[in-house]
Nanobody, 122 residues
Framework: HVQLVESGGGLVQPGGSLRLSCAASGYIHSSYCMGWFRQAPGKEREGVASIYADGTGTYYADSVKGRFTMSKDNDRKAVHLLMNSLKPEDTAVYYC????????????????WGQGTQVTVS
């Protein structure tokens, strides 16, 4: 059983920064990729960033490319999302997820999800 717990959300002014973290517990397979998603009120959930199982590859949505950086601890137990130059449109609940590749990278079958952390840019 895998548990994911996000932290680090909060209120920040436009142009500011936040660092989200996701702590994983339980059986974390060495081939699990991890990702960050977000969902704003009235909008569909969207993928923000993903990181390959061994941390050698990352994928970013166009909307955050150049502003967000995803990283992974060597022990596979935590990932982080450094968010710089935040904009009001980044306001959303941010979710961490993990799972196996669903085919070719960056397609991932995310089977486990955290409860989310609120990020408000205002």
């Amino acid at each position: 059983h895998v548990q994911l717990v996000e932290s680090g959300g909060g209120l920040v002014q436009p142009g500011g920064s936040l660092r989200l973290s996701c702590a994983a517990s339980g059986y974390i397979h060495s081939s699990y990729c991890m990702g960050w998603f977000r969902q704003a009120p009235g909008k569909e959930r969207e993928g923000v960033a993903s990181i390959y199982a061994d941390g050698t590859g990352t994928y970013y949505a166009d909307s955050v490319k150049g502003r967000f950086t995803m990283s992974k601890d060597n022990d596979r137990k935590a990932v982080h999302l450094l968010m710089n130059s935040l904009k009001p449109e980044d306001t959303a609940v941010y979710y961490c997820a993990t799972g196996f590749l669903g085919g070719s990278w960056p397609v991932v079958d995310f089977g486990y999800w955290g409860q989310g952390t609120q990020v408000t840019v205002s």
